[in-house]
């Protein structure tokens, strides 16, 4: 029983007080900003309570009072010039964790140091505890300091107090004061350094989440139209020219699929259309959509790609190689049939609750008809796109064919590459 409760504690203390590494070296980098930003100031504050001492006690003959206040303001002046110093010859070492950590606790006890100063030379009397903590409170709030920091420096400063100060009898309401202002300080470095922990983390989960959605919105739209999406709230479709568009299609889909169950003609096709968008990625191409058995790529938009021909190709012949492999280890055949085009087309985003990335014109027609007129394992193409492929791919060219819409046109199949 007691072993399951001291596990519970270590683990409510890892979720709570166990600062993440990353969030540590954060931290740990902007608290180094921090001293050399604070420094100065308090370098300036104890020029100016020196100034000031030295004007009203010195004029005043009261020279008891100037040496302590003098002792306390050198404090202040000796203690931030020593840490700006120790940071400064440090600065090449600070991407060290340890070596930052090392210069930031030096500099926190020389303050606390300076604020126990404060408290002797005011006899531990309520404005030096005010003070004490109004110092504590600055180093809290501007770093972000271990709470077991505080719990063991207080804990000592209290010893201090009760031990070597010999009135605490005369003094004991300052000394009670001073005791609910050390719970007040530790409980507050627990408190900030729980929110620090804590905001880090949802920071981090937020940033996960956002890496997801975008990771989700690559699957559906160009990395262009997203940006366009992020920063108008809508894309303006765009005409683009010389794109070459790739249509493929599985022979005999419906009569095979008739035969499997539905949830592995699914499977069949998540499994090729998924390593269709790999070749198609690795050929500097763009996938965009499927619909039932069918697979649509394009290359050329949304940025200008002057190998569009060869990529698509290149993803043509990948694409039957693919095939020809999977199909001598897979029980299924499937067979595809591939047309591709090359002309001008617009392109943007159908819809407004669920976004869809389409292209359309003549030229995508024209790439639907050659998939349509192409045969099985084989890659039509048309007159246009075998103007530019042909000084790369070997073709066969076709008996010019009838197309729905475009009269007598020539085709081309391609074999392979140069």
């Known amino acids: ?80 010039a020593i840490s700006f110093v120790w940071i400064f010859i440090c600065k090449k070492k600070l991407s060290s964790i340890h070596v930052m950590k090392c210069a930031q606790y030096f500099t926190f006890i020389c303050f606390q140091i300076i604020g126990l100063m404060n408290l002797s030379i005011s006899n531990f009397s309520s404005t030096g505890v005010v003070v004490w903590m109004i110092i504590t409170l600055v180093i809290i709030t501007v770093f972000d300091v271990n709470p077991f920091f505080y719990l063991v420096t207080t804990v000592v400063q209290l010893t201090y107090i009760f031990l070597v100060n010999k009135s605490y009898s005369i003094l004991w309401q300052e000394y009670a004061n001073f005791i609910i202002y050390m719970i007040i300080i530790i409980s507050l470095s627990f408190t900030h350094w729980n929110l620090i922990i804590r905001e880090f983390k949802a920071k981090k989960s937020m940033e996960a989440a956002n890496k997801k959605s975008e990771e989700l919105l690559l699957n559906i739209l160009p990395p262009k139209v997203i940006k366009e999406l992020k920063e108008k709230g809508s894309s303006t479709p765009e005409s683009f020219s010389n794109v070459t568009i790739m249509l493929t299609d599985m022979v005999d889909f419906t009569e095979i699929s008739k035969t499997l169950p539905p949830s592995e003609v699914i499977e069949e096709l998540n499994d090729i259309f998924s390593n269709f968008d790999r070749i198609v990625n690795n050929n500097n191409c763009t996938r965009i959509k499927t619909i039932g058995d069918g697979y649509m790529a394009v290359c050329g938009l949304p940025e200008s790609n002057k190998d569009n021909v060869n990529n698509i190709l290149c993803s043509c012949l990948d694409i039957i190689d693919y095939l020809n492999k999977r199909n001598s280890t897979h029980k299924i055949q499937w067979k595809t049939r591939i047309g591709v085009n090359t002309g001008n087309v617009i392109a943007g985003i159908v819809g407004k609750q669920k976004y869809i990335y389409d292209v359309f014109g003549d030229s995508v027609n024209t790439a639907s008809r050659m998939e349509h007129l192409s045969e099985a394992m084989k890659i039509n193409i048309t007159k246009e796109t075998y103007s530019v492929a042909k000084e790369l791919f070997n073709a066969e060219e076709r008996e010019p064919q009838i197309v729905k819409g475009k009269g007598m046109m020539t085709m081309y199949f391609i074999t392979n590459k140069k």
């Open 1 to 80: 029983m007691s072993n399951n409760v001291i596990q519970k504690v270590r683990q409510q203390y890892k979720n709570i007080f166990l600062m993440p590494k990353e969030c540590a070296e954060i931290s740990c980098e902007k608290n180094s900003r921090h001293i050399l930003y604070f420094l100065p100031f308090t370098f300036a504050f104890g020029l100016l309570g020196l100034a000031l001492t030295f004007f009203t006690d010195i004029y005043k003959n009261n020279y008891p009072h100037f040496v302590r206040a003098f002792s306390y303001y050198g404090l202040f002046v000796l203690c931030s």
